[in-house]
């Protein structure tokens, strides 16, 4: 096979970022050979072919899936047309799907990358928006004024913000417990405040306010602290059913308990059958 010029080479490995833009979603550079495209459509080299057109950059192990039996063959390639530059279809001639070659994924990732920030800005005002409603609804509650704004409550006032009577009522709960304790929000997730609240009723409180504000700082990454939630303030879940045959037990549930069912047991009042440990005893 004839030589590539150098020139080529370079401007080829500017064109695709000295990356395979093969089978990968990650930039992949390890091992990285020219190539006449002619030779992956089964034609062998062509020195008269020696432009950016003709040459593509592939690691050793996708250029593999061109030369082996079964092979894939390139139908179509041009590097500037980002959009349909690429085609590749295997041996029963099906097109392999652009989101498999990093040819089209590395625009996508470049994109991707540029939105996330945008995303991240936009969350944390959601965050800060939700909060200046959760003060808004207070404010309202603490000062009567619902009636004097043209609403019955500040549940229909909430109504207004598409929101539920539970969610209006979570809301300004958390707002004063954010107060009382001199917490400010800021652009906390409510689910960070709920996490406070619970470990304050836990007697955990300074714990769970310190790993709030390391992830505010970035000094706790959120999954460590969502991890740390789990351990700390794991809630048992306990519901309530009654069991039983004429005479009723009030059982209760935790999600260990292994549900048996055994009609001739006892009767989970509502439909369901259940086995359970009776607590206390009903009428
Ligand atoms: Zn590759």
Redesign the pocket.
Known sequence: MAEIPEEVKQEVWRLHNGE?????NAP?REG?EYTHMEEHRGMGGDASKNTVMHIGL??????KRFHSRGAYKIVHFDPYDKENGLIIVSHRGKEVPKHHL?FYNRQACERLGKEQERIEKLVSESHRAIWEVANYLEEVDTRGSAKALGYENIYELGAQFQLSSSKVKQLVKLWRFMQEYDLEPGDTPIELAQVLKRADKKGKLEDAVAMVEGVRTGEVHIAEFWDWVDQELKEERVRKAWVGKGKLKKIELSEDVLFQKDPDEFVLKGGSLVAGVGLEEEE
């Open positions: 395979c833009i093969y089978w990968h992949f990285l592939g690691c050793k192990q996708c250029h990093w």
